[in-house]
């Protein structure tokens, strides 16, 4: 009998950390970049791959652009930070709270607030891999 109660004790324990676990920065963003007097919308997509290891890629939906690199991702804890490639070497350094991913981007030319909002499961697109030769 106690060995029925251990186990539904701890189907309870198991759902109850599932529904009260924040989500960490894994997923689909978009986000909308102040440039003078225009509005650029950009993507975001972070996920783990089959090791563990974070990787994400960028778009701009507006003009059907997916798949921009994403160089240096560093994922800690709440803090994500990386480098957008195609974006003038942009470097964003973002911090997930209340379900916004929001801070800077900046480059040479100086550094403008940013913040991603959640829209769904992250949509990575990486880079063909280059051929080894020999």
Do not use: C, Y
């Not at 960028?58 to 994922?75: E, H, I, S």
């Amino acid at each position: 009998m106690s060995l029925h109660i251990l186990r539904r004790m701890g189907a309870v324990l198991w759902v109850a950390s599932a529904l009260f676990a924040q989500p960490g920065p894994a997923g689909h963003w978009e986000g909308v970049l102040q440039m003078e007097n225009r509005e650029v919308g950009l993507s975001l997509d972070l996920n783990r791959n089959a090791k563990s290891e974070w990787i994400a890629s960028m778009g701009v939906p507006a003009q059907n652009v997916t798949g921009l690199v994403v160089k240096d991702l560093a994922v800690n804890g709440n803090s994500v930070k990386f480098m957008a490639v195609e974006l003038q070497m942009a470097k964003l350094d973002l911090t997930l709270a209340e379900g916004k991913l929001a801070g800077t981007i900046s480059n040479a030319q100086g550094s403008l607030p940013i913040e991603f909002k959640r829209t769904g499961e992250a949509k990575i697109e990486l880079p063909a891999a280059r051929p080894k030769f020999p």
